[in-house]
Structures are given as C-alpha cells and as structure tokens.
C-alpha cells in the first residue's frame, strides 16, 4: 500500500453521507415492503425490510439544507490576494461558515488542527470514505473575532485558489464571486475542494451543508417487540443531519438516490439478526405507518387500577459521544400506560412520550460531547425527575470492535475484510463497498475467537469499506491490490 493510500484510522461520517452510505440489515430483498408511499408529510415512503429492520426515505426538500445545488457564504476578498473567511462557530472537529441570508443553513469545514497560523483539513480519497495520511494545511494570515484571513491565487476556471503550506492549491467551486460574498457549488450536499499540486494531489476536502440547532431534522417513533422481555417497547430518537445517508438500496429493487434513516431492531438490542426482536410500526411527523409483515408479537394489555408516578423510572443508559446521544430508558411499572413530558435541560427540547403498562421507552436525545441531562416534567414544566447522561457506558461499540483489510482474491475480483468482536456477546454489523454501493451483513458470535471474515466484490483489487453499528460508522478500511490471498 502507498504511503498515500494508507489509513489514519481517522473516518470521516460527513464524507461517508456524502458517498451514499444507507445500511438497510440484510439489504432489501423479496420480504421488503414499502407503505406510506406519499402520506407522511416529509416522507417518500417507509420501507420495512421483514419485520427486522425499516428506512424512512425524506423527502430532499425536507431535510436537506440546500437542494439547488449551491450555497452562499459571506466570504469577502481583501485586496487582491486574500480572503476573509467568516467563522460561526468551533467545534473539535469542524469550524462552521454562516450562509448569506439568514438561513438557518452552514458550511461545516472539517479540520484536524487549527493555530492562529494555520488550518489544517483532512484530506480524503475519490470515494470519499478514507481520509489520507496527508492533510492540506492553509496559512492564516490574520485572526479576528469572527474569523480568519486565508491567501488566494485569485480565480481560474471556477475555482477560487487557495494555496497550501509545502506547496499545492486548494481549489474552492465557485459559481459566483461578489464584493462580499462567494457562493459555492454543491454535491450531494456537502462543498467539495479538490486538491492539486502536494503530497494529497489528486483527494479533496469534503465539507457538508449543515443545519443550525445542532443539525436537528425531526423526531422518530419505532414501536418494537422486544424478544427478551416478550414485550412491546418504544424507541423514540431525535434525528440530525449526520444520522442521514444517501444511496440506492442494494440487494433487492433498485431505488435510486435517496436520503434516508434506518433502524435496525437486532442492533438497537445488541442482538444477532434472526434473535426474533422486530419492528412494528414507524411514527413520523405525526402520522404512524404499520409494518405490513406478519411480526406477530405479544398483545399489549392493561390492567386495573391508576398510576403512581413513583413506579415510573428514568434511567441513563449509555452515550455516544462521536455523534453526540444519549439514550436514556423510561421504565413503567404501573399496569397502565402513562404520558409523560421530557425536556433536555439548557436546550428548547421539550415533547411528550407514552410509556406502555409494564414496559420502557428509550430516548435518544442530542448531546454534544455525550453530555446531556435530562428530565421529565409535569404540564407545568416542573422536574419530577432528572438524571445526567451515562458516560460510563457506550451505546456502541466502537473501542470494542476492529476491523480491517486482509487480503484480495485477484482472480475472482473480490477483497477479504475481518470483524473482530471484543463484546462478549454475538452481534450483527453492517458494511457498505464505496466503489460499488454493495451493503450486507456480518454476524460475530461470542466465541473462542469471536472473529468472521467476509468478502466483498473489489474490481480490480479496490474495495473501501465501511464497518456500521446502529446506522453510525464504526471503522472503515480499504484494500490493498498487492496484498494477495
């Protein structure tokens, strides 16, 4: 492998949805059903993958920041060889750049380090998975209190050059350049800058579009039967912009580009597909679609008697800090069901759950870093209970899984990748090949070796891959056409 295709271990997930990276389980076969096709504002269509797994495809216009395919960013020219580059916000991974207008959309520019001298961004391959070894390091030439000034080239054929430190040129498309303004060309949602010239010649900078409140989309319902407990339980989750994936559903009818979320019951319980945990219904602004499988399941029942709120729990369950949740679990004891509302403390989110007789809602609520409290209130917004997020826990098992490239079956076009499970229990992941859009599923059972290795079509020895757990990337790797089986 050359020292320009080797991996970092740093993924970046902005450039995975940009890529087209939806994980559907076991991809979508015969037993896929789609329903409320049109219905659901927002919606396409849900679709149910058996009774395991289901997608909601939205509607561009809903939840993408900018569907005609360019942004407008105050970016003013200072004297014929700089830029003044707004800043709106800094995060650990990513500086935000304000669109013109007052929208509520951004440019979140990924970095890897940033000083008062330089910003340094990653550079990833032409799948957009894998980031380099080799970064692409802008010079600042002043700082200011909402933000900095870069060099420029000045323009050539669309582009606004940037020149980088050891040489080499980042190119920013640009459709249109104003006094005070620069507005820039857009793929898939996200502002791409090729680089030429250096060590990353040939890769790019890949920055999405973003929304602003934390890149808030709505707020899903999924009604499930819990195998374990022989239960109906709820997931309720707070979506963003980055649990979003684009790309044609692989393994069954083909359905074109699609932005969409997808839950998967076996792994929200930390089970290998075919542990007979299902998905019954999906609720979405406001409206519910039932799945249109036979998933069987138990029959919710209620009992006599009323509800004491000191048989109703909230408990902090795990964090993922990468993508920013907390997930929490409201347990009812009570033989009816009981409606409570939640509201994450120094936020605006308040909304109102149904917890069912002898059962538990789970929340997964936005929390930067993994840090959220979180509480339930009564109807005149006093605490009845609160409890910090569990940072003690992940939700996934990011630390506790490795994955990487083993070999390439040259003959027969295809690359051998390995899963090792370091969770003491059988678990189901998914992956996605960036060079052919092919999805599947890899289940590691708790074993001795508690490893699998798979294979995936790699034309001419090239297959990047990404590793996914709960629609969020895990790791990724990519192939090595000199490293024969």
Not at 344 to 364: F, H, K, N, P, Q
Request: some cysteine.
């Amino acid at each position: 492998m050359t020292d320009e295709r080797s991996l970092t271990r740093r993924t970046s997930l902005k450039g995975i949805a940009g890529t087209g990276a939806l994980l559907l389980g076991a991809g979508l076969g015969s037993n896929t059903v789609s329903a409320a096709e049109g219905s659901v504002p927002g919606v396409e269509e849900v679709l149910f993958e058996g009774c395991q797994s289901a997608a909601i495809k939205f509607e561009e216009s809903f939840v993408a920041p900018a569907d005609d395919g360019f942004l407008t960013l105050p970016i003013e020219p200072v004297g014929d060889d700089a830029l003044f580059v707004p800043v709106e916000s800094i995060t650990d991974d990513a500086i935000t750049i304000p669109s013109v207008g007052g929208t509520d959309t951004s440019l979140a520019l990924p970095y890897t380090s940033l000083s008062s001298n330089e910003l340094v961004l990653p550079a990833v391959d032409d799948s957009g998975l894998v980031e380099l070894s080799h970064d692409a390091a802008i010079p600042i030439l002043e700082t200011k209190d909402d933000g900095i000034v870069i060099p420029t080239d000045g323009t050539s054929a669309g582009y606004h050059l940037v020149p980088l430190e050891g040489g080499g040129t980042l190119k920013l498309p640009t459709k249109r350049t104003d006094d005070d303004a620069v507005t820039i060309d857009l793929a898939n949602g996200s502002a791409v800058f090729p680089i030429e010239g250096s060590d990353a010649d040939g890769a790019a900078v890949v920055a999405p579009v973003v929304r602003e409140l934390d890149g808030y989309v709505t707020t899903v319902r999924v009604r499930t039967y819990n195998a374990a407990e022989n239960r109906v339980e709820t997931v309720v989750r707070e979506l963003t912009v980055d649990d979003l994936r684009t790309t044609t559903l692989t393994g069954g009818t083909d359905y074109g580009d699609v932005i969409a979320w997808t839950f998967n019951a076996y792994q929200f319980y930390d089970r290998p597909l075919g542990a007979g945990d299902h998905v019954l219904s999906v609720t979405i602004n406001g409206q519910t679609v039932e799945n249109p499988n036979d998933c069987g399941g138990p029959t919710e029942k209620t009992g006599h008697g009323g509800i004491d709120l000191e048989d109703v729990f909230l408990v902090p369950t795990c964090v993922d800090a990468e993508t920013g949740v907390a997930r929490y679990a409201v347990d009812n004891e009570n033989p009816k069901p009981v409606e409570l509302r939640y509201a994450v403390e120094e936020t605006e989110r308040v909304d109102t759950i149904t917890v069912g007789a002898r059962s538990t809602t789970y929340l997964d609520v936005l929390a930067p870093d993994g840090e959220a409290t979180l509480a339930l209130v009564d109807d005149d917004d006093e605490v009845l209970v609160a409890a910090e997020s569990n940072d003690e826990v992940e939700c996934l098992p990011r630390n506790r899984t490795r994955f990487n490239f083993q070999c390439v079956r040259r003959f027969e076009a295809t690359a051998e990748f390995y899963v090792h499970n370091g969770t003491d229990e059988d678990r189901t992941y998914t992956y996605y090949v960036a060079e052919t859009g092919e999805t599947g599923v890899i289940t590691v059972e708790d074993t001795v070796a508690s490893a699998e290795t798979f294979t995936v079509s790699a034309p001419e020895g090239q297959a990047t891959v990404g590793l996914y757990y709960e629609g969020a990337l895990l790791d990724a790797d990519v192939s090595d056409p000199d490293e024969i089986c």
